[in-house]
């Protein structure tokens, strides 16, 4: 079982910036692909960016050139940075740990980032 705590959500002015970091209490966190989703009112959870295991990261086009995840497998530590935000990237954020052999997949309780003037 992983446990997955998000912080650094809140209200920021558009053209801002915020932090997310997600803090993961496994000892094998290295192994698991990590990723942020958000889902905004009436919409579906979309994936926002994903870094795996081996390190290849991919972005959702949406954010591409203003997000940037990172990870720290020493401290069990991946975060967000969120640049240039828009009202559009008003959601709440979740953080999501992933393997497939054998499969697992848990997630956060989630961060609600409000993009608004």
């Known amino acids: 079982q992983v446990q997955l705590v998000e912080s650094g959500g809140g209200l920021v002015q558009p053209g801002g910036s915020l932090r997310l970091s997600c803090a993961a209490s496994s000892r094998v966190f290295s192994f698991y692909h990590m990723g942020w989703y958000r889902q905004a009112p009436g919409k579906q959870r979309e994936s926002v960016a994903i870094?795996?295991?081996?390190?290849?990261?991919t972005y959702a086009d949406s954010v591409k050139d203003r997000f940037t995840i990172s990870r720290d497998n020493a401290k069990n530590m991946v975060d967000l940075q969120m640049n240039s935000l828009k009202p559009e990237d008003t959601a709440v954020y979740y953080c999501?740990?992933?393997?497939?052999?054998?499969?697992?997949?848990?997630w956060g309780q989630g961060t609600q980032v409000t993009v608004s003037s």
């Open positions: 870094i795996r295991s081996g390190g290849i990261i």
């Open positions: 999501n740990a992933k393997t497939y052999v054998p499969y697992r997949d848990y």
